[in-house]
């Protein structure tokens, strides 16, 4: 049996799909990337009058998609120490794998999940990072 979850804070997803499901006590997060909740503006990001970015901040996407896993993790009943394993997809490594390793590093010094990174070409919205993650729930 699964559970499918939604969090009233983290922004919506942009499919037919819920922000995590749980099966048992894992939790799967659906892609999560930096939007804010009821906006179609992306945090750190200048889009030109045909949605094609001018230009975007890393790190501010960093902080953004982190915050909006965090929604995710609350509202099904977990927490961010609770990340066991990360999965990021960065749509350019060479120009912001740096930042993001070190904003990584801020958020996970105390908690230290599995993580895989990735360069992909695009991403389904105009941002430069998403996260797929798991989780435990606690019973």
Not at 10 to 20: I, Q, R
Not at 23 to 36: D, E, M, Q, W
Not at 71 to 87: K, P, Q, R
């Amino acid at each position: 049996m699964t559970k499918p979850i939604h969090s009233d804070k983290a922004p919506d997803p942009v499919g037919l799909y819920p922000h995590a499901r749980r099966v048992g006590n894992l939790l799967f997060l659906s892609g999560v990337g930096p939007r804010k909740k009821g906006s179609k503006d992306i945090p750190g990001v200048m889009l030109d009058p045909q949605g094609n970015i001018m230009s975007y901040n890393i790190e501010e996407q960093c902080h953004s998609v982190f915050q909006n896993v965090r929604f995710i993790l609350e509202a099904s009943g977990s927490a961010w120490e609770n990340l066991i394993d990360v999965t990021v997809f960065l749509t350019n490594m060479k120009a912001d794998f740096a930042t993001f390793n070190r904003v990584y590093a801020e958020y996970f010094k105390d908690s230290q999940p599995c993580r895989t990174t990735v360069e992909v070409n695009a991403l389904p919205t105009p941002i430069a990072i998403e996260l797929k993650c798991i989780a435990v729930v606690n019973p």
